[in-house]
């Protein structure tokens, strides 16, 4: 090949390698920018006096006397709202029936969308679900229901060649003319002083417990969870995968079953994490019973075989790339084959190993389809380490998928399901970061 030839290649090769790599970061940074931003939203907002009603009541966390002052205000405020609305029942009471049953279907609307605005009415008896004992804790969420209070919602299908069209119609409106037609414009002037809303930095989201499914709280059993399915994992997952490869690459004879073994080990590589979620339903819980139902122990398992592959093949990778140079030294001065492994060719290799263990740990605490048939639950307290061994466990990945599929408030708690993706994230990251300042660390060392 022609030398200028060749360098018009390396030329081209390395221009399309910088645009791989520009490529892969313009990737990385639009799906990390939504989750930032919305998953900060659950660290810091504008919270209203009803979530400091909620950290003062549910969590015995605040300032009291503050509080006090803020209620008395937010009280204060909110009375002319119930007053209007006594009146307006008064005046229905005096209507004839066919104009009461008229409006009584639209106030009870009205009636249903301040409950959930501002909470429950002084005198009404507490209810029983927590989320009824309180109004909106967030300003985001209370200027979504004071639309709702504002409007009604009417689905226009008179054109049968297209979708049916959403017509927002004024409340006041409907209520021209009676005592309750004041309450619309008093509500938009005065939400402020209603709800109080003050910047909030609830850096507790990680460490509360949740209230009422997530309604309230943080995803403390979430994240404690995690961590002991990650753990649990690489406890079973390291020693295996290492000593497997220690075997391959230094004592093992090459042949028709070391290659079979290595097809084994590419081959699993690729199974679907839902495959080993059933092999651990199938095995560990129902032929071995390692727990009598689903428990962090049974997660643990499954999720180490689902990252054997990669601990291992990692592993063998590292130790090959060793050059041959310093097993041939150590021998020659004396040392034992296992000595020499153990001494010279693991630490040498201990960059590419940590490296290969910690992406695996990346991959264990993401996982979804592996532990929600040995390990997840939806709700769940956190566990106390010993009760790892036959107790299922909240963990974040299934309840990011369960929070976003299946709950019945699921456009309440986007904050919380947008939290859990952020912490998920952060937490993988800064396991790689750890993973690069381990490398650079270690091999700044072996270089002397």
């Known amino acids: 090949m022609r030398l200028e030839t060749r360098k018009l290649l390396d030329k081209a090769f390395s221009g399309l390698g910088l645009i791989a790599i520009g490529v892969m970061a313009m990737a990385l940074l639009l799906i990390l920018t939504p989750i930032v931003i919305r998953g900060s939203k659950a660290f810091v907002f504008k919270g209203t006096i009803e979530h400091r009603r909620v950290m003062l009541e549910q969590f015995d966390r ?10 008395a205000q937010a009280t204060a405020a909110r009375a002319p709202v119930y007053e209007m609305m006594e009146e307006f029942e008064a005046e229905m009471k005096a209507m004839d029936r066919s104009r009461r049953s008229d409006y009584r279907s639209a106030y009870r609307e009205v009636e249903k969308s301040i409950k959930v605005l501002l ?3 002084p005198g009404e008896r507490t209810p029983v679900l927590l989320r009824q004992q309180y109004g909106q804790t967030r300003w985001d969420r209370t200027l979504v229901k004071l639309h709702e209070v504002l409007y009604s919602e009417e689905w226009d299908y008179s054109n049968t060649d297209a979708m049916g069209v959403l017509i927002e119609k004024p409340r006041v409106e409907q209520f021209a003319g009676t005592r309750l037609e004041p309450l619309f414009h008093y509500m ?28 309230f709280g943080g995803i403390w059993p979430e994240v404690l969870g995690t961590i002991y399915l990650t753990l649990g994992a690489m406890i079973f997952a390291i020693p295996m995968g290492v000593i497997a490869a220690i075997y391959l690459c230094e004592y093992a004879k090459e042949g028709r079953v070391i290659s079979f073994l290595r097809i084994c080990i590419s081959t699993l590589a690729g199974v679907p994490s839902i495959v080993f979620g059933l092999f651990g339903l199938a095995f560990f819980l129902n032929t071995i019973q390692v727990s009598d139902s689903k428990s962090v122990l049974a997660g643990s398992l499954t999720l180490s075989l689902l990252i054997l592959p990669t601990i291992i093949r990692s592993s063998e990778e590292a130790i090959l790339a060793v050059p041959r140079a310093y097993k041939e030294a150590a021998l020659g001065l004396g040392a034992g084959r296992w000595h020499t492994v153990l001494t010279v060719i693991l630490p040498a290799a201990l960059p590419g190993i940590l490296t290969g263990i910690v992406i695996s740990m990346g991959r264990a605490a993401g996982e979804t389809a592996p532990i929600i048939f040995t390990a997840a639950v939806s709700v769940g307290a956190p566990l106390k380490i010993w009760e790892t061994l036959n107790q299922p466990t909240p963990a974040l990945p299934w309840n990011i998928y369960n929070l976003c599929t299946e709950h019945e408030a699921v456009d309440e708690i986007r904050h919380v399901q947008y939290g859990m993706v952020f ?8 396991l790689n970061l750890f993973a690069i300042l381990m490398r650079a660390r270690i091999s700044k ?3 002397g």
């Not at 605040?62 to 209620?71: Q, R, V, Y």
């Not at 912490?423 to 800064?430: C, D, M, P, R």
């Open 188 to 215: 938009e002037d005065n939400l402020t002083e209603m709800m109080r809303p003050k910047t909030t930095f609830y850096w507790q989201f990680i460490t509360d417990k949740s209230k009422d499914s997530h309604i």
């Open 423 to 430: 912490t998920l994230v952060a937490n993988v990251l800064l």
């Open 119 to 121: 909470g429950p009415a």
């Open 445 to 447: 060392k072996l270089r």
């Open 62 to 71: 605040g300032n009291a006397e503050a509080f006090t002052g803020d209620s």
